[in-house]
Structures are given as structure tokens and as C-alpha cells.
């Protein structure tokens, strides 16, 4: 029998009351490129799994989605902007929050912090698809599991 992954994350409120997820990154000598700092594209790594975690932190499993549902989540679109960089040995955190949840698609701000400096800050457009790659409506145990968050 499986246990399923521990959620390292935690969901907390924003000023605005807002449910707010945040996950804990610590950067590694395999996260900087030759100067040092965070390469651009492990930031998108480290909000990839950001969200993975806040789907555990739901109770939802990707893996049993697929297998018994025939359903996935994909990036749709993705924009980021790149502020200030981050080095070897810094803590930061990745803050999620949904926007929107319409049909078949999401919306998620996500910014990298280190303490409370942004360092990124980026959008995604998370879909919904059946393994066919054609568009899926959430399931309803989906959409009641983000209505705790949104």
C-alpha cells in the first residue's frame, strides 16, 4: 500500500483574508547557473511544484485522477516576470492563490518570496483535459475541494 506524499506546504490568509498557499524552497548548488544565481527556468520548477503541492494539501491526487478519471492538469499559459534574483543557500517561499475557476480552466497568481521580498512574479493557466488531450469540465469533487481556497 502507497501512503500519499506529505504536504510540505501550508495555506494561510492574505491581508485581504484571501486563502494563500505558501511552499517552502530552499535553493541548491543544482538550482544556480554559472554566476551563482537561481536559473530562470527552476523558478517555473518551483512553482510547478508549488501547485502539486497545494493539490495534496486539497486532497488531490494527480496520479488517481488520471488513472480512474481519465483526467489531467496541464499548463494552458504561463507569464512571468523575473524582478530580482535569488543565490545558493536561500530560503524562499512560493505563494499561490486562485483567481478564477471556470469550466475547465484555472487561473493562479504565484510569486517567489525571499522573507517578504518579491523576487517573481508569475500567472498561470492551469486546464483541464481528458487523456485524450481534448478539454474537461472539473469534476465537481474538484471544484468543491478549490471552492475551501478561492
Known amino acids: 500500500m502507497t501512503s500519499e506524499p506529505a504536504m510540505e506546504g501550508r ?5 485581504q483574508g484571501r486563502a494563500l498557499h505558501v511552499f517552502p524552497v530552499k535553493v541548491y548548488w543544482e538550482d544556480t547557473d554559472a554566476g551563482g544565481i537561481v536559473y530562470y527556468a527552476n523558478y517555473l520548477k518551483f512553482t510547478e511544484r508549488a501547485r502539486t503541492d ?3 494539501g486539497l486532497g488531490i491526487n ?8 481519465g ?3 496541464v499548463v494552458r499559459d504561463c507569464r512571468i516576470e523575473y ?16 483567481l478564477d475557476m471556470k469550466g475547465a480552466t484555472m487561473r ?7 522573507e517578504d521580498e518579491v523576487l517573481v ?4 493557466r492551469v486546464a ?8 474537461a469540465r472539473f469534476l465537481p469533487q474538484i471544484k468543491d475541494k478549490f471552492a475551501t481556497v478561492v
Open 11 to 15: 495555506i494561510d490568509r492574505d491581508e
Open 54 to 56: 497545494l493539490l495534496r
Open 62 to 69: 494527480q496520479q488517481s485522477l488520471m488513472m480512474d478519471e
Open 71 to 73: 483526467v489531467n492538469f
Open 83 to 98: 524582478l530580482k534574483p535569488a543565490r545558493m543557500d536561500d530560503v524562499l517561499s512560493v505563494q499561490t492563490r486562485l
Open 108 to 114: 493562479m497568481e504565484q510569486g517567489v518570496y525571499r
Open 121 to 124: 512574479k508569475s500567472e498561470v
Open 128 to 135: 483541464c483535459i481528458h487523456r485524450s488531450g481534448k478539454p
